[in-house]
């Protein structure tokens, strides 16, 4: 969220760059199958 990239490119750079575990699979795979999204929007402050 931070670098502006969506759930897809963000799970394709961490599929990409971390090492699979059975614990970053769970996350990618819970990400996947949401339809909510994961999380609330947050603002900077100033």
Not at 5 to 19: P, R
Not at 26 to 37: D, M, P, V, W, Y
Request: hydrophobic share 30%; charged share 30%.
């Amino acid at each position: 969220y931070q670098k502006n990239y969506n759930n897809t490119q963000a799970s394709e750079i961490i599929e990409a760059e971390m090492e699979a575990t059975p614990e970053r699979d769970e996350i990618l795979q819970f990400i996947k199958n949401s339809h909510r999204g994961i999380m609330k929007g947050y603002f900077k402050s100033n």
